[in-house]
Nanobody
Framework: QVPLVESGGGSVQAGGSLTLSCVAS???????MGWFRQAPGKEREGVAA????????YYADSVKGRFTISLDSGKNTLLLQMNSLQPEDTAMYYC?????????????????????WGQGTQVTVSS
């Protein structure tokens, strides 16, 4: 059973918006959740992350000011609001959850510490 299930991907034109959602299909032990993406021929990279307890957020420089990560605790849902999308945002987007020491630095740079992953949702942005 996949622990996390993403939805909300799709195809949009440059300048458009999408909202990705991620729901846990089973209980996960985690204090941090994040979004990562992988474009064809490229390595997977961190996009945004949030610590569950205090809501501290982190963003990749490439998405700052355009993307917003948030938690809907009532629905146990992780969201990624993506605005002003550009062709370079085209990728498979993955949701992840993990138990990360807070003092060890930016969680989007520590993807290998995230233990639970979804199967991904495709985002395609055309020019």
């Amino acid at each position: 059973q996949v622990p996390l299930v993403e939805s909300g991907g799709g195809s949009v034109q440059a300048g458009g918006s999408l909202t990705l959602s991620c729901v846990a299909s089973r209980y996960t032990i985690s204090n941090c959740m994040g979004w990562f993406r992988q474009a064809p021929g490229k390595e997977r990279e961190g996009v945004a992350a949030i610590y569950i307890d205090d809501g501290t957020t982190y963003y990749a420089d490439s998405v700052k000011g355009r993307f917003t990560i948030s938690l809907d605790s009532g629905k146990n849902t992780l969201l990624l609001q993506m605005n002003s999308l550009q062709p370079e945002d085209t990728a498979m987007y993955y949701c992840a959850a993990g138990l990360l020491p807070v003092v060890a630095g930016n969680p989007i740079m520590r993807q290998y510490e995230f233990g639970d992953w979804g199967q991904g949702t495709q985002v395609t942005v055309s020019s």
